[in-house]
T-cell receptor, first 112, second 114 residues
Framework: AQSVAQPEDQVNVAEGNPLTVKCTYSVSGNPYLFWYVQYPNRGLQFLLK??????LVKGSYGFEAEFNKSQTSFHLKKPSALVSDSALYFCAVRAPGFKTIFGAGTRLFVKA | EAQVTQNPRYLITVTGKKLTVTCSQNMNHEYMSWYRQDPGLGLRQIYY???????DKGDVPEGYKVSRKEKRNFPLILESPSPNQTSLYFC?????????????FGPGTRLTVT
């Protein structure tokens, strides 16, 4: 069965410290990988994606993600967290055929 | 402004009373999709559409219907809503291509079924 796992319900980090939000997936074929962010009472916003090529992709607001095919992971990272980064983050996989699978989400809390 | 709109934004209804949540996009996207968001479960795909008159089931299609008669509109129909369909619903759209395009999400519809 196809699935996306975000093993941490919540990640706590101090402002200025690096952050990592983890994502692993189990999908057949070569999927497309995405990160989205949801701020309170808002819809989801696209952050970044991996389609092909360089395993390190850069996205909006200083975020980046590293694709690791052997570990089937796509972890979200940022070198220096901001309080304004506090939000709910979703990893998503778009399988061949355009079905989309989301992880359960990870709440990021950045403390000043 | 490029956007996905949903109506209504909030809806409280009773069990069994048919309802429709509308979704419209102005970006000429081929692909549209409906999701429900529940705490601890993330977003789960209900139905998606590759283009006009082409729809397919997602992971949780039971109790829902969709239609895609026009490219810009993708309404979600609950013929006989039940309390377990209380949820936050999102519509999304994207170009089709080969699937590598990000989705644009609407603002959400919070549905309560009593």
């Amino acid at each position: 069965a196809q699935s996306v796992a975000q093993p941490e319900d919540q990640v706590n980090v101090a402002e200025g410290n690096p952050l990592t939000v983890k994502c692993t997936y189990s999908v057949s074929g070569n999927p497309y990988l995405f990160w989205y962010v949801q701020y309170p009472n808002r819809g989801l916003q696209f952050l970044l994606k991996y389609i092909t090529g360089d395993n390190l992709v850069k996205g909006s607001y200083g975020f980046e993600a590293e694709f690791n095919k052997s570990q089937t992971s796509f972890h979200l990272k940022k070198p220096s967290a901001l309080v304004s980064d506090s939000a709910l983050y979703f990893c998503a996989v778009r399988a061949p055929g355009f079905k989309t699978i989301f992880g359960a989400g990870t709440r990021l809390f950045v403390k000043a | 402004e490029a956007q996905v709109t949903q109506n209504p934004r909030y809806l409280i209804t009773v069990t069994g009373k048919k309802l429709t949540v509308t979704c419209s996009q102005n970006m000429n996207h081929e692909y549209m999709s409906w999701y429900r968001q529940d705490p601890g479960l993330g977003l789960r795909q209900i139905y998606y559409s590759m283009n006009v008159e082409v729809t397919d089931k997602g992971d949780v299609p039971e109790g829902y219907k969709v239609s895609r008669k026009e490219k810009r509109n993708f309404p979600l129909i609950l013929e006989s809503p039940s309390p377990n369909q209380t949820s936050l619903y999102f519509c999304a759209s994207s170009p089709s291509g080969r699937g590598g395009y990000e989705q644009y999400f609407g603002p959400g519809t919070r549905l309560t079924v009593t």
